[in-house]
């Protein structure tokens, strides 16, 4: 048991020095002293066991990618989700050793310093990248649906569905544009905000598109395109649950909602606007 302490003590360590390399400023400085104390608690185990134990490097490399990937803050707080584990641990083990509870006093303080990281364009501008996935999903996926059961040839609605995107994806970020200019956000780029929204929206076309380029059957095409679009809304919904410290589900619930009922209904405008206008392709 203390051994596996001193292996997630010693791990922490190398994985919050490896972030403080790359963050700067104030978040360089939080990192530093969490590396910091990661070690003396393993040094506090090692007393125990009179052993060194190797770290996981497996386990540094993830999350040294996973910064570089989604951001410090997003890995910082998973990297505390993980050691809240670790506290109900040590909170057993504070009658056998003295050492546990300044141990444990610690690893609570580090989730208060990694709560108050958020110095990170990703997420700053996490409101513009929800406003570019979430549109492109609910418009996109309601369109690829109508036209499914509209036109029933896959190549055709990927070439509508690109246009379609591309169009929608320029204009809400040009949108997006506007609105924060004229808001005036403290500390906000408009240009940075519109950046975000249509890299988010273009990410999701690519997603709910390529189906429909790839295959034939245009039942088979919109089944993937819908279970991309959950995918992407289940991934997403994770980030924002994790930086924002909101609960997963009430947002993935309430996302999904929203496109099954739009998809629902555009499956029934399709079918509905082929009838009343004799479309046969």
């Known amino acids: 048991m203390i051994r596996g302490f001193q292996r997630s003590e010693i791990t922490e360590h190398y994985v919050y020095s490896e972030l403080a390399r790359l963050a700067t400023g104030k978040n360089r400085d939080v990192l530093l002293k969490i590396a910091k104390d990661e070690l003396l608690h393993y040094e506090i185990w090692r007393k125990y066991s009179g052993q060194d134990v190797p770290p996981d490097k497996k386990k540094i490399l993830f999350y040294t990618l996973l910064a570089r990937l989604l951001g410090l803050s997003f890995t910082a707080k998973l990297m505390e989700r993980g050691e809240s584990k670790a506290e109900e641990k040590y909170k057993a083990q504070i009658a056998r050793f003295e050492e546990a ?65 591309v169009a929608a994806a320029l204009s809400m970020a040009a949108a997006e544009y506007l609105s924060q200019k004229s808001e005036s956000a403290e500390g906000k780029s408009p240009l940075v905000a519109a950046f975000f929204t249509g890299v988010a929206y273009i990410i999701t076309v690519i997603l709910l598109v390529f189906p429909y380029l790839l295959l034939a059957n245009y039942i088979g095409a919109l089944v993937w395109s819908i279970l991309n679009g959950v995918l992407a809304v289940w991934v997403f919904s994770f980030f924002v649950s994790v930086v924002k410290d909101k609960e997963f589900r009430s947002i993935v619930f309430e996302m999904l909602s929203i496109n099954l009922t739009v998809i629902i209904i555009s499956f029934g405008v399709g079918l509905l606007a082929r009838a009343l206008l004799g479309v046969d392709i």
């Open 101 to 165: 509870e300044p141990i444990l006093r610690d690893e609570m303080a580090h989730e208060d310093l990694i709560l108050g990281m958020i110095e990170e364009k990703k997420v700053e501008y996490v409101g513009s990248m929800v406003l570019g996935l979430n549109d492109a999903l609910v418009e996109l996926s309601g369109t690829l649906a109508g036209l499914t059961f509209a036109l029933r040839n896959t190549r055709l609605i990927g070439l509508a569905g690109i246009i379609t995107g």
